[in-house]
């Protein structure tokens, strides 16, 4: 057992862990928690993937961002956080036969693809994986347009929320 | 021996070695080590923090500050730590009892986590990760998440308010700061701060005057110092978000916030000041950690003097000072930057420093104008004569002439 191995099965069973009290706690503001807590976990299998940029990139945006609008959604919504109420409902055998056969057909396809038995390749000293991304991400043999389409979407998101936003003058005749 | 800390750090592992340890098991525990003392010397200095606080204060006020517990004083901030370790610890009803107590350590490792990417000398550095300059930010968000979970764990309408106006400051206020991060990145071409740190053969301060400026408001307005302190000050949200907390957890707020603080200046003294270079620094890198920590708290006594000169700005000239002027200044910087260090390529190095400075003042000078001539119009505008309301004209009275 390497330490890499040793790693990534703790950090492994800590992300499925609050992964399953995500979806398992009773609390709202809990359930958000737990959400930070795998999309940590998910960032340190990005390390150990040799994605520095992605593992911090991750942490600013997902926890930085993303999960603190949801935890702000959560507060402006509800006077008590709690559910009460069962936990399933009627549906539920469907919805574990149909888990257990999307499991079972992954773990198949898995077993017959040789990337699981395949090491890590390491990558040569002397490649950088952030100045390969900042340079393919300008070049343009390689994903400038994609680059420039997602900034001009990003800026149309922008401007259309400001709009949506604005408050609107009301005329009083 | 010139280089003590790397010294130790070799005979203890030749020592573990030398009784048998696995070679990877002995790397494990010295780093563990290594983090144990970096935390133990942060802390330590952290009370020290507290008494230099409250001297400085006393001064700046035209008083003379604790000077009854020992020599100057300087046994005051112990006689704090056993106060608020001695005081009931009292949780809320309807508060969240996980939450309430999760917030004030990530308060506080929020902070720490930072100096795992500040190069102490040329030979110490806690993680030397080519993403330093982002790994920082994303440290910052951390904090942010504290200070929610504080204000909503609470109970409190008054916590939550605080930590929700606080979380507005902190998020609005990472956007000028990011982007003013990347101007020190640019000139270094790599985000690497340990590349940062090498490449100022020139302090960054000098090359760009405005940046550092900018980087310096921001940082304070990241930290909740005043002059951007609406979220926790008395007068105004009666301690905002830590209305709640007492005994050792407030200690442990209060202490994450002056250890910010230092820490805001340590970063700053990192990418603006040259870090940890200095004359000798490179044969003895012990005076490294000195030069370090000299500029650390002398950006650490300027963040204190704007504390208590200034008074408080109100939240929405705060978030329009954000939005309207720093982000604007921010981007306009970077852009002139990046076209700027791109057009003079190849220049003497006296004349490039002398080319972005003179660049810094135009774009200073520039935006001073603009927003005089915008005072001059607002003045005038609310200098106008109102119309004032009349009373009705009375009519003579006939027959008492």
Known sequence: MTAVQIIFIVVAAVTLGAAIMVVTTRKLLHAAIWLILTLFGVAIFYVLLNAGFLAV???????????????FAIMLTRQLAIDIGPQVNRGWPWALLISLLLFGSLIW????????????PTLSSRVDPL??????????????????????????????????????KENED | MADPLTGIANWLENLLLGWGLAEGFVTFLLAVLGVLILVVFLLVIDIILVWVERKVVARFQDRLGPNRLGPFGL???????????????????????????????????????????????SSVLGADINVG???????????????????????????LLGAFRTVAQMISYEVPMVIVLLVPVLLANSMGISDIVNSQGV??????????????????????????????????????????YTGMKFGLFYAAELLHALTVGALFATLFLGGWRGPYADQFPILGVF???????????????????????????????????LTPVALTLLIVTAVTDKLIEGVSPVLYVAIMLIINVVIAWVIVTILRNYTKSERKRVGEERPVAQPPMETPISGLD
Do not use: C
Not at chain 1, 138 to 163: C, K, R
Not at chain 2, 133 to 159: C, E, F, P, R
């Open chain 2, 75 to 121: 046994i005051q901030p112990v006689a704090d730590i056993i106060k608020l370790m001695i005081k009931e610890d009292i949780t809320p009803i309807g508060a969240d009892k996980l939450l309430y107590n999760l917030a004030p350590p990530f308060a506080m490792a929020a902070v720490l986590l930072i100096w795992a990417v500040i190069p102490l000398s």
């Open chain 1, 131 to 168: 100045r390969e991304l900042g340079v393919s991400l300008v070049s343009p043999n390689a994903y400038v347009i994609p680059f420039e389409l997602v900034s001009v979407l990003l800026l149309a998101a922008l401007i259309g929320s400001i709009i949506v936003a604005w408050p609107r």
């Open chain 2, 203 to 244: 302090w960054n301060i000098f090359i760009i005057p405005l940046g550092a400026i900018i980087l310096l408001i921001t940082a304070i307005a990241e930290i909740g110092r005043t002059p951007f302190d609406l979220l926790e000050a008395e007068s105004e949200i009666v301690a905002g978000f830590h209305i709640e």
């Open chain 1, 57 to 71: 990139a991750q942490v600013v945006i997902y926890i930085g961002a993303i999960a603190i609008l949801m935890i």
């Open chain 2, 291 to 325: 030069y370090l920590f000299l500029k650390a708290f002398i950006i650490y006594y300027v963040i204190m003097w704007i504390k208590y000169t200034l008074p408080r700005i109100r939240i929405d000239h705060m978030l329009n000072f954000n939005w309207k002027i």
């Open chain 2, 133 to 159: 300059v982002l790994y920082i930010v994303a440290v910052g968000s951390i904090g942010t998440l504290a200070i929610i979970l504080a204000g909503w764990a609470s109970n409190n309408k008054y916590s």
């Open chain 1, 109 to 120: 396809l898995f077993s017959n693809w040789s990337g699981v038995s395949t090491e890590l």
